[in-house]
């Protein structure tokens, strides 16, 4: 019972660099989120989505792209990596309404 | 909009201490409410839940009541241990609202 895998654990990357922040989920669940938690803080929202085709901003998109082409998959696309970006990223997933949230166990991302 | 109000830390106990870690919330309508708890090194971890009004929340000898009357939603604890040195996030949910809200985290620490 996988639940959300989130590849890949940890990444360093050189200032404007791009990669792609995979997240994979087998719980069919229609809502996807991206969050991002910086050192001693909480998290922020990147990106999210309702279901397959749709996505929408959250409190920090920019610099971040993200697809759903499909229900298990949500991709984050990081294009020209800043020092800013550092950071942990979370996946997470929800089913019904006021349903709880599942995470991912992150990404911890360096940009140097 | 939703928000929520969640108690300042550090906090700092001895092991077998009393633990309340206060929490607050406005919301349209009847929102679901959660604690989360983050380990070092880890992701977040749904600890407890509560969907309505008076419902008490419970897992690994934490607890939650959800008050409506007071818009609270404080975490306790009776006798802390060292392994529940964590950082703990409270969060809501609303109907009709794709986005979780949380608050900042309370970083715990207990000594021995």
């Known amino acids: 019972n996988a639940g959300v895998t989130q590849t890949p654990k940890f990444r360093i990357l050189k200032i404007g660099q791009s990669m792609t922040l995979q997240c994979t989920q087998d719980m069919n669940h229609n809502y996807m989120y991206w969050y991002r938690q910086d050192p001693g803080m909480g998290l922020k929202l990147i990106y999210y989505?309702?279901?397959?085709?749709?996505?929408d901003k959250g409190e920090v998109p920019n610099g971040y792209n993200v697809s759903r082409s499909t229900t298990e998959d949500f991709p984050l696309r990081l294009e020209l990596a800043a020092p800013s970006q550092t950071s942990v990223y979370f996946c997470?997933?929800?089913?019904?309404?006021?349903?709880?949230?599942?995470f991912g166990d992150g990404t911890r991302l360096s940009i140097l | 909009g939703n928000s929520v109000t969640q108690m300042e830390g550090p906090v700092t106990l001895s092991e077998e201490a009393f633990l309340t870690i206060n929490c607050t919330y406005t919301?349209?309508?009847?929102?679901?409410l959660f604690w989360y708890v983050q380990y070092p090194g880890e992701g977040l971890q749904l600890l407890l839940k509560?969907?309505?009004?008076?419902d008490k929340g419970s897992n690994k000898g934490f607890e939650a009541t959800y008050r409506k009357e007071t818009t609270s939603f404080h975490l306790e604890k009776g006798s802390v241990q060292v392994s529940d040195s964590a950082v703990y996030f409270c969060?809501?949910?609303?109907?009709?609202?794709?986005?979780?809200?949380f608050g900042t985290g309370t970083r715990l620490t207990i000594i021995p």
């Open positions: 989505s309702v279901g397959a085709g749709i996505t």
């Open positions: 997470a997933t929800r089913g019904a309404t006021n349903q709880p949230q599942h």
């Open positions: 509560a969907t309505k009004a008076d």
């Open positions: 919301a349209t309508g009847y929102p679901s």
């Open positions: 969060a809501l949910s609303s109907f009709g609202n794709e986005k979780l809200t």
